[in-house]
């Protein structure tokens, strides 16, 4: 799966997966490429950011005692809202439902642009990889996982207003001065039955690029990931399309990443 894995205390890559727009299948992406990563021996963190911690419920992440303010305010170390996931080299900081202040909380912070970054720094000398699961929102937050992020990957449904989503998204990045080389877009959620679907799939409007190859489907499996409180790959067969596509995804993601 691409180019060895990286060794500890080299510099940690940060990959964030967002959108501004829910039900895209932003969460599941977070969870099954940490998955792949580890599986490839990248030892990998997923900092599940959103309140509705659907990323901590898919990877058995209890929240830690330690309050994530008093975290922000230096007071705890970071490094005790870790908890061990069921799968070898692959961790979680599970959210809890104080971070529907958490966009609060980060702007008491100086640099305000810089207090996510800073808290990730300390895990280069456990982690080749960080994986933000970030909620849809432009925020503060958000603009704190685009500075730290090292890519963000943007999964896109093959519609219409999905593609407007992320147009806007670009908007956002050139107007604040983020750079937009940092974005990749990738198809989510698409189903070749669909018209527009397909049409958007074959003809790939100039939006969308540079844009990653793979194409998640729609998938049932996906579906069952809340069931099985799993990763695809931990439950679905070697055939399922999802898996394919997920781990895939993997190995283009490590390679825009150099990993």
């Keep these: 799966m691409g180019s060895p894995p990286k060794k500890l205390g080299e510099s940690m890559k940060t990959l964030a997966i967002y ?48 309050k994530t303010k008093k975290v922000l305010a230096g007071e705890t170390p970071v490094g005790r809202l870790v908890k061990r996931t069921p799968y ?24 305000p642009r810089e207090a996510l970054r800073r808290l990730l720094k300390p895990f280069s000398e456990t982690y080749a990889l960080a994986v933000l699961d970030c909620p849809p929102s432009l925020s503060h937050l958000a603009d704190n996982v685009f500075t730290a992020a090292d890519l963000v990957l943007v999964p896109v449904v093959p519609t219409w207003l999905s593609l407007r989503a992320y147009e806007q998204l670009r908007d956002h990045f050139k107007a604040e001065g983020f750079p937009v080389k940092k974005l990749r877009p990738f198809y989510s959620m698409a189903d070749r039955r669909r018209g527009l679907h397909r049409e958007l799939l074959e003809t ?56």
């Design 204 to 259: 790939p409007p100039e939006l969308m690029q540079p844009r990653m190859e793979s194409v998640v489907p729609y998938s049932s499996s996906v579906e069952r990931m809340g069931e099985r409180r799993a990763p695809v790959a931990a439950f679905a067969g070697s055939d399922d399309a999802a898996l394919i596509a997920y781990a895939e995804l993997w190995i283009e993601t490590g390679k825009v990443l150099g990993m």
């Design 19 to 66: 959108n501004v727009k829910g039900g895209v299948g932003k969460t599941a992406a977070s969870v099954n490429l940490a998955y792949f990563a580890a599986a490839s021996g990248v030892k990998t963190l997923v900092w599940d950011l959103d309140s509705q911690a659907a990323a901590s419920w898919y990877l058995h992440g209890e929240p830690a005692e330690a």
């Design 88 to 111: 070898e080299k692959l961790d979680v900081i599970p959210a809890d439902f104080s971070y529907r202040y958490l966009d609060i909380m980060l702007k008491k912070v100086e640099p």
